[in-house]
């Protein structure tokens, strides 16, 4: 195994190498996965302050869903043309644009100024989707490939202990404690400038030889070959249906629904919301590993599905408080973890060179589904309350939504192809 440095001006793997570790690819990956936390704590933040910003704003229940779920429109935009900036240009300079970008939109949302807040959500979306997709080419880069699916899984694990700290911790900060929701904004901006830097300073170079000359137009071309394998549009909309319970449901509207639903005072709400996205953190690496060591990744897939399921139903159609309140929202997050599945089996299923934009691909077709159903919960929201105030029977309605979700995202993974080793073994 031979080992780059991170003072090495130019790392070429050698077909040697790409059996072990490349530390500095490594070292890039772990500064990315700052970036990844960071993303998804302020993509989860605003779900503590609605209050705040549907004065601030003045909006309605569906003008606040869409200005929050305006996010994924940038995002899934935006996972197409990471992907291919990844594979043209590598990540030097690919992802620290990226981070700068979230860093302005942070802080442009947190004006309190609405045409800012709007372009300010648009651009986090556009920065945050260099997240993701640039871990995934990193890990590539710095893994073995028999750790391929655990550090994909350990990545997703901790967005979404960012997703659950933008809750459980941005809570407490915004209602009674050191600072305003403006302020969260401005510090975190800041903060997110911090990691560009750093990641700058830590990225690797690659050798030119690596990455495509032809025009920039070109640098889509892998597309044509990932968007015509069947396959991978079942990994997508699998996947995309999977997400949406937490991106929609828990992100946006978990701590209204036991606020306003269960009448849970509001530190409580905040608390136990951020069990999903915690229970993520540890389904997502311990799926992903299971996974790996098996060598089979439907039958992990359907487990996770299966316990989504069960939880999910248990939560919205059993009597509030009881089960026990927060292990149930932590085991329905374990279960979510599944949903990090499909994106190893789309690497799987399409060639090694065109590994960045299977990974944009996929996030493209995932956020999209995010993106059109932000506002649309918050229609369905709007029309059931009748213009009223959403309670416990208006949320328990809206929520059989997330439950079809799920139940179709089973049925397309049931044409899946298996690509774990053990199947290619046998």
């Known amino acids: 195994m031979s080992v780059q440095t991170i003072s090495s001006p130019v790392i070429k793997p050698s077909r040697s190498s790409m059996s072990g570790f490349h530390v500095a690819f490594v070292v890039a990956w772990a500064v990315c996965l700052i970036f990844y936390f960071t993303q998804y704590a302020v993509r989860s933040a605003p779900s503590v302050m609605l209050p705040e910003l549907r004065d601030a704003f003045g909006l309605t229940t569906m003008g606040l869903s869409s200005l929050l779920g305006m996010y994924y429109y940038t995002y899934s935009t935006f996972a197409i043309i990471s992907g291919a900036a990844l594979d043209r240009w590598g990540a030097k300079y690919t992802i620290p644009i990226g981070i700068f970008l ?3 939109g942070i802080v442009m949302f947190g004006l309190g100024v ?5 372009v300010g959500r648009l651009l986090q979306g556009a920065g945050a989707a260099f997240a993701f997709v640039g871990a995934v080419y990193l890990a590539t880069h710095g893994f073995p490939a028999r750790y391929l699916a655990t550090a994909i899984g350990f990545t997703q694990c901790l967005g979404m202990l960012g997703g659950s700290a933008g809750q459980f911790a941005v809570g407490p900060l915004v209602h009674g404690g050191p600072v305003s929701w403006e302020q969260f904004w401005l ?4 903060f997110t400038l911090v990691v560009a830097v750093v990641m700058l ?14 025009s920039i137009w070109h640098m889509f071309a892998p597309y044509k070959t990932v968007l015509s394998n069947p396959q991978s549009y079942l990994c997508g909309f699998s996947a995309g249906l999977l997400f949406l319970p937490t ?3 828990t992100m946006i509207w978990g701590v209204a629904f036991l606020r306003q639903g269960w009448s849970v005072d509001a530190a409580e709400a905040v608390t136990r919301a951020s069990m999903i996205p915690l229970g993520w953190v540890i389904g997502a690496p311990v799926l992903g590993y299971l996974a790996d060591h098996y060598g089979r990744r439907k039958p992990v897939l359907f487990a996770g599905i299966a316990l989504m399921l069960v939880t999910g139903a248990a939560a919205i159609y059993l009597p509030p408080n009881s089960l026990p309140p927060y292990i149930i929202g932590f085991l329905f997050g374990f279960g979510s973890g599944a949903a990090m599945i499909p994106y190893s089996i789309i690497k799987e299923v399409n060639p090694d060179n065109v590994k960045g934009s299977a990974t944009g691909a996929i996030n493209f077709l995932v956020f999209s589904m995010s993106a059109f159903g932000a506002p649309a919960a918050g229609w369905l929201l709007q029309k059931l309350a009748g213009g009223g105030a959403l309670t416990l029977d208006i949320f328990e309605k809206g929520a059989n939504a997330a439950i079809v979700c799920i139940i179709v995202g089973a049925i397309l993974a049931l044409f899946l192809r298996e690509t774990g080793f053990a199947a290619r073994k046998a």
Do not use: C, F
């Open 102 to 104: 979230l860093a302005i």
């Open 114 to 118: 609405s045409w800012m807040a709007n």
């Open 187 to 190: 510090y975190a901006g800041i």
């Open 201 to 214: 300073l830590v990225t690797p170079r690659q050798d030119p030889s690596e990455h495509s000359k032809t």
């Open 247 to 249: 991106t929609i449901g």
